[in-house]
């Protein structure tokens, strides 16, 4: 059974820094693209970030380009978000999602906030 599991939201200050991480059961994620998507109250999800581990490919959203950072850990079959000088407008619900079993994670809340 595929299962998503993240964790690591909280609020944190404009320019503060947090760490999210999606752990992935039912499959190896060695072997699919894992994607990270966001979504702000009244608005559309969005896409934030993809890796494809065995590859060591990413990819990014424009307005996270240089501030965000994402990882994989095969060993422990876990994704982290690495988000650095965060901005009001990076609120949102946080989902990480395996784009090739149509899986998504529960969502974890990150507010950016003074």
């Known amino acids: 059974q595929v299962q998503l599991v993240e964790s690591g939201g909280g609020l944190v200050q404009p320019g503060g820094s947090l760490s999210l991480s999606c752990v992935v059961s039912?499959?190896?994620?060695?072997?699919?693209?894992m994607t990270w998507y966001r979504q702000a109250p009244g608005k559309e999800r969005e896409f934030v970030a993809s890796?494809?581990?065995?590859?060591?490919?990413?990819n990014y959203a424009e307005s996270v380009k240089g501030r965000f950072a994402i990882s994989g850990d095969n060993a422990w079959n876990t994704v982290t978000l690495r988000m650095n000088n965060l901005k009001p407008e990076d609120t949102g619900v946080y989902y990480c999602?395996?784009?090739?079993?149509?899986?998504w994670g529960q969502g974890t809340q990150v507010t950016v906030s003074s």
């Open positions: 999602t395996s784009p090739s079993h149509g899986s």
């Open positions: 039912g499959f190896s994620l060695r072997n699919y693209p």
């Open positions: 890796i494809i581990t065995s590859f060591s490919l990413t």
